[in-house]
């Protein structure tokens, strides 16, 4: 005899809206990847954190979510959590799991969509320093060591779009990438347009099917690139690059390149040996320490 119960859920899923938005596209993109890829009824959490208040401050509405967060495991104990966190909604997930790390080994994967995590260069122009006690400041902040430090734990993914330029409009590719995630590019998506589309569904339930956490890469332009990530530069997008002259070649090709603006800021490229662009950066610095900010802190090292 058949039974008229509801077949029992076997994860929660919490999607997370960035800045400047509000919970309706995520939500889409959630019951998108909990109805037809999956029968069975998953608690589905996509807090709405209200538009305006993603302009002040990060802090209140991680709060809001680790909250959410604290209530749905404990009604399900039981079940894995998957994540999807849209641009913002990433970070705020990737503080919230840093202040939870016990919740770590229930965590079945990650997925951060359009996320800054080394740092949003559009909010460090807006807030070079950190000053201003707004968004900006919280979105500039470099999350990478977070980030790696759960990926080493938690299968994560981080998809992106590109639209030209290493970019997808809004957020610079590179800045998405960290240590131990799965990169995950989609060719012609702009940023807003990850929140919610049919490629990225297609990709996250790929990712679903076999979550790993990503080998470290060692090769050499990626060493490199991993020790001016450490230095905090500003990761932009690749545009400059057609100005730049290489200053060092490395044994295997690998070539770094400079280029410093009219204001005298200095820019750093990275290229592999058939010279394709795999990093572009920016440090304020160099206009005050120009000669301290290339030989010492690159070339010495």
């Given at each position: 005899m058949m039974s008229n119960q509801p077949p029992e859920p076997n994860f929660i899923l919490f999607a997370q809206h960035g800045w400047a938005d509000t919970s309706r596209d995520i939500g889409y993109l959630a019951r998108s990847l909990t109805e037809s890829s999956n029968p069975t009824?998953?608690?589905?959490?996509?807090?709405?954190?209200?538009?305006?208040?993603?302009w002040l401050a990060i802090a209140p509405l991680v709060t809001k979510v680790e909250n959410i967060a604290i209530e749905a495991i404990a009604r399900h104990p039981d079940l894995p959590l998957r994540i999807v966190g849209h641009s913002m909604g990433g970070l705020i997930w990737l503080e919230v799991l840093n202040h939870h790390p016990e919740w770590l080994p229930k965590v079945h994967s990650l997925i951060l969509l359009g996320s800054p995590v080394g740092g949003s260069d559009l909010a460090r122009l807006f807030d070079p320093f950190g000053w201003l006690p707004l968004m900006?400041?919280?979105?500039?902040?470099?999350r990478r060591p977070i980030a790696?430090?759960?990926?080493?734990?938690?299968?994560?993914?981080?998809?992106?779009?590109?639209?030209?330029?290493?970019?997808?409009?809004?957020?610079?590719?590179?800045?998405?990438?960290?240590?131990?995630?799965?990169f995950i590019c989609l060719d012609g998506l702009r940023h807003a347009t990850l929140k919610n589309h049919s490629q990225v569904v297609a990709a996250i339930r790929q990712f679903w099917a076999n979550p790993a956490i990503a080998p470290t890469q060692t090769d050499l332009a990626s060493q490199l690139v991993a020790k001016l990530r450490s230095l905090d530069f500003t990761e932009t997008n690749h545009q400059n690059f057609r100005y730049a002259k290489a200053i060092k070649t490395y044994a295997d090709g690998t070539k770094l390149w400079t280029w410093t603006n009219l204001v005298g800021v200095t820019h750093i490229f990275v290229t592999t040996a058939s010279d394709r662009c795999i990093?572009?950066?920016?440090?304020?610095?160099?206009?005050?320490?120009?000669?301290?900010?290339?030989?010492?802190?690159?070339?010495?090292?």
């Open positions: 009824r998953n608690p589905v959490y996509t807090p709405d954190l209200g538009l305006m208040n993603t900006a400041r919280d979105l500039g902040k470099n790696e430090a759960i990926a080493a734990r938690v299968p994560t993914a981080s998809i992106v779009g590109n639209i030209g330029n290493s970019t997808d409009g809004t957020v610079p590719i590179g800045c998405s990438q960290f240590a131990q995630a799965s990093y572009s950066a920016y440090a304020i610095l160099s206009v005050f320490r120009p000669h301290l900010f290339l030989h010492e802190i690159i070339l010495g090292n």
